[in-house]
């Protein structure tokens, strides 16, 4: 099993990115996929997930209403928009693939906001 995120990059506070999580060997569909994120020096947190079917997404406070999950899972390929991105967004962000808990998880993709 194999998820690979990209879509990172170096962007300037106000800007957006769209992160992909793509996934191999995985039944795809029967996995909530959650996306988490590292700042330097700190844990890792949780950002949100999308459940299986797609129909339902949560978020952490700090980026409701910036941040949007969708997944495609035909392409058995989720995503992560983000806007108005923050210095504070800045970390590798990670996703995740959950059935009851997070049995697998990417190598990471870095964000960068200056301001």
């Known amino acids: 099993v194999q998820l690979v995120e990209s879509g990172g990059g170096l962007v300037q506070a106000g800007a957006s990115l769209r992160l992909s999580c793509a996934a191999s060997?995985?039944?795809?569909?029967?996995?909530?996929i959650g996306w988490f994120r590292q700042a330097p020096g700190k844990e890792r947190e949780f950002v949100g997930r999308i459940i299986r079917s797609g129909d339902s997404t949560y978020y952490v406070d700090s980026v409701k209403g910036r941040f949007s999950i969708s997944r495609d899972n035909a392409q058995k390929t989720a995503y992560l928009q983000m806007t108005n991105l923050k210095p504070e967004d800045t970390g590798v962000y990670y996703c995740a693939a959950s059935r009851g808990s997070w049995n697998y998880w990417g190598q990471g993709t870095q964000v960068t906001v200056s301001s």
């Open positions: 060997e995985l039944t795809f569909s029967s996995y909530d």
